[in-house]
Structures are given as C-alpha cells and as structure tokens.
C-alpha cells in the first residue's frame, strides 16, 4: 500500500486513528514501532531519529522506547504472566516495577498462571502490563479492547486513562469504537488507503446532527455529557451518526460516558432508559 501521511502528537497527547479495514492504522502503528521498514519517510521521537530514509538511519525497534499492545494480545504461551512481563523489560531494568505492575492490574494472584488460564480480560491487562513495564514514552494499541465485553471495555479503558495521567506517555490508539475514541482521545485522525482524510477533536471530526422532533424511539451510546443552565446537553452515537439531545437534569445521575440505552422521544419529552 502506498501510504502518505504526515502526523505530529503532542508529548502526552492521545490520538486515536481510524478508518475502514485495509486503510494502513496497522502499518502506521507497525511503521512507528519499527516492526516494518517505510521505503520512505522520517520518524522522530523527542528530536530522537527512529527513521529518516534519505540518511540511510532506522533505529531497531528494541531501541525504541515504546510499548506495543496488540488486537491478539501476543503473549508468550509458555511463559507464566509474571514471565511474560519481565521478558518486557530492557536490560538493566530493576525487576520490582513488575510487582508493582502486578499489582496495579490486580495481577498479583495470577502471577504463575500461563496464558490458558486466563480470561480475555487478564490477558489484556497482562498485555498491557508487559507493555508499561518499559516505562516508555510512547504507548501504541491496535484496537487491544475490541474483542471485550462492555463492562470490562470500560473498566480496562478507566485504568489506561489513569495510567497515562500517572506517567504521562503519548498515546497512540487503533480503534473503530466511536464512544472510544470520544472517550480516551484528545484528537483523531481518519485513514483511508493510506491517506489522513480528516483531523481533529472528536467533536470536529464527527458532525452532530439535532434529532427530530416527531416520536421515535432509538438505541444509543453516550459521547460526551455536559451540564448547560437547566439542561443536560448529549452527545451520542445514534443511528450512525453523532446527535444532539437535550434532557432534564435529572438523567445525569443515570449516565455516564460509553453508557449504552433506548431513548423514547415524543413532543419534546425524552423517556431513557440505560441499558
């Protein structure tokens, strides 16, 4: 594929990128990581050169100081999670960061336990945990929650939120989840063979449309919640595309952010019911 693409982020900024399947999100993050050689290009990080093709200079991803959680997880299935996560470490590295990692993703228990053992949640939250061992200055996810259920999509999305603000990496995140994107990204960028079609906040990126003001009844997914005078302004995901509502302030104590539910809207009334 032929990829033209021209990014600067922001130290301790996060970025989703998104676009359809085959649209480069993959090569771009592997390019980045240095698990695939651009004929052309530069790549630096913290005026540190990773890549710059008329120099002849390609830094080895080893390296890079990056951590790289992927859609499959890529854990070592014959190494134990706590195996797993010192095999992260750079050489010279103190072991008990592991503990501590252990112990911030409430992994401690499962610490001698193999891959087999674990549930799609733990092993991501091993993968993860592999991947901030490092301490790196430069996080990159390819869609590493997509294949989770909500409740422990939105848990694990928390904990990274937390884990960034802690240590303040630069984020870089794969996604095709909207509340995602709305949720964990202060800009996003949609690909489309290998081309930037669009930038920006979430909220630019995605036009919002106000919702008619007929009766129909309509399953969303909470962007954004804000507070306006006597009124609570939303932004949802509804019917493919980003829609305004505006409902009384009692509905706040019922939503929060990625809070999937069924609105009934007649005359200027909403009914919603969260899910």
């Not at 195996?83 to 001698?112: C, W």
């Not at 509340?179 to 669009?198: C, D, P, R, W, Y």
């Not at 962007?223 to 932004?235: T, V, Y």
Request: avoid cysteine; proline fraction near 6%.
């Amino acid at each position: 594929m032929s990829m033209a693409i021209a990014l600067s982020i922001p130290k301790g900024e996060r970025l989703a990128i998104t676009g359809p399947s085959g649209a480069g999100k993959t090569t771009l993050l592997r390019q980045i990581a240095g698990l695939s050689h651009p004929q052309r290009g530069t790549i630096i990080q913290n005026s540190q050169v990773w890549l710059d093709s008329s120099q002849g200079i390609f830094m080895p991803p080893q390296k890079r100081n990056i951590g790289f959680v992927f859609q499959d997880y890529a854990l070592f299935p014959h190494l134990t999670v706590i195996q797993n996560l010192s095999y992260g470490l750079p050489k010279g590295k103190p072991t008990p960061i592991v503990d501590r990692f252990l112990r911030r993703m409430e992994l401690s228990a499962l610490a001698h336990r193999r891959p087999s053992q674990l549930s799609g949640g733990q092993q991501q939250r091993v993968a993860l945990a592999r991947a901030l061992v490092r301490e790196p200055e430069l996080l990159l996810l390819d869609e590493p929650l997509s294949a989770l259920d909500s409740d422990m999509r939105h848990s694990l999305q928390n904990l990274l939120l937390e884990l960034q603000h802690e240590q303040g990496f630069t984020m870089i995140l794969v996604t095709h989840h909207l509340g995602e994107i709305f949720k964990m990204a202060q800009s996003v960028v949609q690909l489309n063979h290998g081309q930037i079609t669009a930038s920006g906040s979430p909220v630019e990126v995605y036009p919002k449309r106000a919702l008619p003001a007929d009766s129909l009844t309509l399953y969303g997914e909470v962007l954004i919640i804000e507070i306006q005078d006597d009124h609570l302004r939303l932004l949802a995901w509804i019917d493919h595309q980003v829609r305004e509502l505006k409902l009384p302030l009692e509905y706040r104590a019922q939503l929060q952010l990625g809070q999937a539910f069924t609105l009934t809207y007649q005359h200027q009334q909403a009914v919603l019911a969260p899910l």
